[in-house]
């Protein structure tokens, strides 16, 4: 079983969703109608769409060896009955009114292209029950219901229900605290104890999200802000949720149950989590056969748009036959490109030397290249100024102690005395402001031998080191840069600088305005772009995907004027002479007509979507760009 492999079963609380209405913090009436939707919203379309990026981003990911990575839809609180548990109920002689209210909309299943369409259509369109009752331990006991039907199937052989016991079980609960309210404690309510049992027995995690006014304001779906948790959700009301999650962590060291904001945690799930892999495990070395045992992860990991793959369309007719393509190289010689191919037993190698090309055979490539034993070395403590960040010359690591494991074959007694160590090493770093230098040789028998720096960082969770690789003498770039004439420098006593102060002050980005706005606390603009065109495209719509990427980002105005103002930084007249400002990317401009099949209409105003529409519009130089979104959801049902 691949550990990528994933069921997420959706619980969500529709009577929540209608009791949260928030308004679109900044957008007044024309605005927000120039930007495809209402001034003002319910909690319905925020989750609603977060739910659609959340399955729209898993099947652009999923592999056809993925057979298991499925999504499922239960809706609660609502005004109709329609699920298996309420049925069997039903059947052994039961009153009627057991799990009431709760909706299974969609069975768990692999995500195709209408997926995402179809799980934001059935929680708009599912209605709310008149009272706004709901019950939170019902609803979560008719989720494991529909995993214990999917992944402990009776009559299946022995491997294929190892197979199925591996994968990932996610309970994803979105309530508010009124629903939050129905869930009692383990120890007091037996049902909630027995529901805990169960899910502990099939390794299901719970997360859930809280959704709630102030939480929601700030979910700004098409800006893909990603906010903490609020204070609402300390409330006594979810306090049994919390112990749920508790013991369901406590039971499982990889479980990670717990209760965030609905829009932070629907968030999460639309990136793709990477498995971590030790860059080194070994020895961090002291001296003489005197060191920690320590493993090196990297902290960051750029993501790319999914890669796009040739395929053959002589294929088109049969489409359970593979379409892609083979892709074979041959050689000729530069000097009778119309003569026979270069078979590779004719190949050699050869490095330039002047005007000539001198061939190295197998023996002598050997000689040239130097090998080192994997090792880690410390060779001195320096300063850390004279290691700053921006000396680093590639990703950052963490440095931890490695665990007592089968693989790593370290007793538990030496696992955490390198542990202990490693904490009195950083914290005498800390102390002191240094930073050791190592040495390291990562693979064994490489080439390539790296130094780098290992600084202190103290946290709740532990004490651990931070990897920083540093350069040579020739990855060092010195220019030659143009030096600053003293007339441009201002003094301290400068008046000048109080403008400059008061830039700085106003685009602090604390509090509140920290909440809405980090850059690594947003989703990626691009990858957003590439997921909405690839939905649009398997859904039909004809759409090109040409847009400028931005971020939510923006700066206080009028410090902004008051500063260029002062040194005379909007004299140009000619727009395109001067720097664009953030306040011109935010300039509405008016739409074109969209430009997608003619199958989808117009979106409706009384159905908004935070992701962007597909519009087309002029850029500055004339050129036509498209804002690319998928399709209404009014058109799904004449997609059959």
Request: a negative charge; one cysteine or more.
């Amino acid at each position: 079983m691949s550990a990528r492999d994933h069921a997420v079963m959706f619980v969500v609380d529709v009577s929540a969703l209608d009791r949260c209405v928030v308004a679109c913090a900044g957008d007044d009436e024309d605005e927000a109608r120039r930007n495809g939707h209402v001034a003002t919203t319910s909690a319905r379309a925020i989750v609603a769409s977060c739910i659609r990026g959340c399955v729209n981003a898993k099947t652009q990911l999923r592999t056809p060896s993925q057979r298991d990575h499925c999504f499922g839809l239960t809706l609660f609180g609502a005004r109709d009955t329609s699920n298996d548990v309420a049925a069997a109920a039903l059947d052994d002689d039961g009153e009627g009114d057991e799990y009431a209210g709760i909706v299974t909309a969609r069975q768990l299943r692999p995500p195709e292209s209408k997926t995402g369409l179809e799980y934001e259509r059935d929680i708009l369109e599912t209605a709310a029950a008149a009272d706004g009752a709901a019950d939170v331990p019902e609803a979560l006991a008719v989720a494991c219901d529909s995993l214990i039907r999917k992944y402990s199937p009776e009559g299946v052989n022995a491997a294929t229900k190892k197979r199925l016991a591996g994968c990932v079980k996610d309970i994803v609960l979105i309530t508010d605290a009124t629903g939050a309210a129905t869930m009692q404690s383990a120890v007091d309510d037996e049902f909630v104890a027995t529901l805990l049992d169960g899910m502990k027995a099939q390794n299901v995690r719970l997360k859930v999200g809280v959704v709630d006014a102030c939480e929601m304001s700030r979910a700004r779906g098409d800006a893909g802000v990603r906010v903490t948790a609020s204070a609402t959700f300390r409330e006594p009301d979810f306090e049994a949720l919390r112990q749920a999650c508790d013991v369901l962590a406590a039971a499982d060291a990889g479980n990670d149950s717990g209760v965030v904001g609905a829009s932070a945690l629907l968030l999460d799930l639309q990136i793709k989590r990477v498995r971590p892999t030790s860059g080194y495990r070994g020895f961090l070395s002291f001296g003489f056969n005197a060191g920690v045992n320590v493993a090196l992860y990297k902290l960051n990991t750029e993501a790319v748009p999914v890669k796009l793959n040739r395929y053959s369309e002589e294929l088109a007719d049969r489409p359970e036959e593979s379409h892609q393509t083979l892709v074979e190289t041959t050689y000729r010689n530069v000097n009778d490109l119309d003569g026979e191919f270069v078979p590779p037993e004719r190949h050699v190698k050869a490095f330039r030397y002047g005007k000539q090309h001198i061939p190295i055979d197998a023996e002598t490539e050997s000689r040239l290249s130097m090998r080192f034993e994997k090792s880690m070395k410390v060779i001195g403590s320096i300063s850390m100024d004279e290691c700053p960040l921006w000396l680093s010359v590639g990703e950052p690591s963490v440095c931890v102690p490695q665990p007592s494991t089968k693989t790593t074959g370290l007793s538990q007694e030496r696992a955490a005395a390198d542990a202990t160590a490693l904490s009195a090493l950083a914290r005498a770093l800390d102390d002191a402001k240094l930073a050791l230098l190592v040495r390291g040789a990562f693979t064994e028998g490489t080439t390539s031998i790296h130094i780098g720096a290992l600084t202190p960082r103290l946290t709740d969770a532990g004490d651990f080191l931070l990897y920083t690789p540093l350069p040579f003498k020739e990855d060092y770039n010195e220019y030659s840069l143009p030096s600053v004439p003293a007339s441009a420098r201002v003094d301290a006593d400068d008046p000048r600088l109080v403008d400059a102060r008061e830039f700085v002050r106003a685009n602090s980005l604390d509090g509140d305005r920290r909440a809405t706005t980090m850059p690594w606390e947003s989703l990626n603009p691009t990858l957003r772009a590439y997921r909405d065109l690839f939905e649009a495209r398997a859904l039909g719509a004809q759409a090109s995907l040409k847009r400028r990427p931005s971020l939510a980002l923006g700066v206080a105005e009028a410090s902004a004027c008051d500063f260029a103002a002062r040194f005379g930084l909007n004299a140009a007249q000619d727009r395109s002479a001067r720097p664009r400002l953030a306040a011109d990317e935010d300039t509405p401009k008016a739409p074109s007509p969209l430009r997608v099949s003619e199958s989808l209409p117009e979106r409706p105003q009384s159905q908004p979507s935070f992701a962007a529409l597909v519009d087309v519009v002029k850029t500055e130089d004339g050129e036509e760009e498209a804002l690319v979104s998928p399709p209404d959801l009014d058109v799904f049902d004449d997609m059959e």
